[in-house]
């Protein structure tokens, strides 16, 4: 089994951030379903700003939102642009849901890669 991309969100900007909370990122729960990105799923996230990238999981928001969570909080300012990418185990690539997003986080485009 090799680890494949499953899932990515392109230019999500960063909404919020709060240190005092126990890790995570907070993201649209719309969103997470037009990925097919499980709440709870691990995902890296990558700051297109910074450059940092970190490993977390998903936890489901409101409308529009993307919020770094715990020590994460420290990798991101509010409108940072990001990436979430998720992956899945797999003998080979089964295709992976790519969903783009504007500045509202909402959905600009989407796309499938077989």
């Not at 499980?38 to 990558?46: A, C, E, G, L, S």
């Not at 509010?78 to 690539?93: E, L, N, R």
Request: a neutral charge; proline letters at 3%.
């Amino acid at each position: 089994m090799k680890e494949y991309v499953q899932s990515k969100l392109h230019n999500i900007n960063v909404t919020a951030k709060s240190i005092d909370y126990h890790g995570s990122v907070t993201i649209d729960q719309y969103l997470l379903n037009a990925s097919n990105i499980d709440p709870y799923q691990k995902v890296d996230i990558v700051n297109l700003h910074t450059g940092h990238r970190w490993t977390t999981y998903a936890v489901p928001g409101p409308k529009g939102s993307f919020e770094l969570n715990g020590g994460g909080a420290r990798l991101g300012e509010i409108g940072d642009k990001c990436v979430v990418i998720a992956y899945q185990s797999s003998d080979s690539f089964q295709g992976a849901n790519v969903v783009f997003c504007n500045k509202y986080n909402t959905i600009e485009s989407q796309q499938k890669y077989e």
